[in-house]
């Protein structure tokens, strides 16, 4: 999971309740190292740091299940790559593991991608579309953080700004109204007919992605999904665009080509 100060209550208030929690980062970008010390200081196990590398990534997830007589007997998730860790690395390990939380959009994929292969071999819980983390955390949070975001790292200005959002599940929602509310001209690329149809019945304008690219001053993403935004576009796109991802991971766009 994340390293920020609502996983550390969830840790605290885990222990205090009498389970033993060992903590690996869900991705090289969101730890806070002050978070991170005040964990260890109290007595948690936690393999993570600002600035990871992916080989540190991995090392840190490995170093954190693999210990001499140390088992787990849940797995808490974000993004489904400790699960993948222990499947890959420790089949051994879930003849006594319980069930599996996951509370992403990117991990219950792959949840339901091991289960069609018949490799879910214990209960997993879909904890992202639960009522709370889609209408609250998904919705609202992402409302806020796009725009503190956004001005921390770029300080543009958002009125009169041309803007497509990929995706308008809740944290493309999120995102559309904030931006919106701001004075910015907001455009939506949706393959969902339902979602579609609610950033319609928004007022937002649907478009594919291709057909403004070369006109639009932001890009976000936030979809789930791999190549969102591919080298195609990326050569396209206007002088001084800005390229950002909401999702969970950081393959929705294309950097590596």
């Known amino acids: 999971m994340t390293k920020s100060p609502p996983p550390q209550v969830l840790m605290e ?7 033993q929690c060992r903590w690996a980062a869900c991705n090289i970008y969101s730890t806070q190292n002050e978070v991170a010390a005040a964990l260890a200081e109290g007595g948690f196990s936690v393999f993570a740091w600002k600035g990871e590398s992916e080989d540190d990534f991995w090392w840190c997830i490995d170093r954190c299940v693999n210990v001499e007589g140390w088992q787990p007997n849940m797995i808490l998730d974000d993004g489904g790559d400790l699960t993948h860790w222990i499947y890959k690395k420790y089949p051994n390990m879930f003849k006594k593991i319980k069930g599996i939380v996951e509370e992403s959009v990117t991990g219950v994929h792959r949840l339901y ?145």
Do not use: W
Not at 13 to 19: E, F, N, Q, V
Not at 118 to 137: I, R, Y
Not at 198 to 216: P, S, Y
């Open 113 to 257: 991608q091991l289960s069609k292969a018949g490799k879910l071999c214990v209960p997993a819980m879909n904890v992202n579309d639960s009522v709370t983390k889609q209408k609250f955390d998904n919705l609202y949070c992402c409302r806020e953080s796009i725009l503190d975001g956004l001005k921390r790292t770029t300080d543009v200005m958002f009125g009169g700004k041309q803007v497509v959002v990929c995706g308008y599940g809740e944290v493309g929602k999120g995102c559309c109204a904030a931006l919106k509310a701001m004075g910015s001209i907001v455009y939506v690329t949706e393959i969902d007919p339902i979602c579609a149809l609610q950033a319609c019945m928004d007022g937002f304008r649907l478009v594919k992605l291709n057909e403004v690219i070369r006109q639009v001053d932001i890009v976000i993403t936030c979809t789930g999904n791999k190549n969102v935004v591919v080298r195609e576009y990326l050569d396209r796109m206007k002088n001084g665009c800005i390229v950002c991802n909401m999702g969970h991971s950081n393959t929705e766009i294309d950097v590596v080509s």
């Open 13 to 19: 208030t885990l222990s205090a309740l009498g389970a």
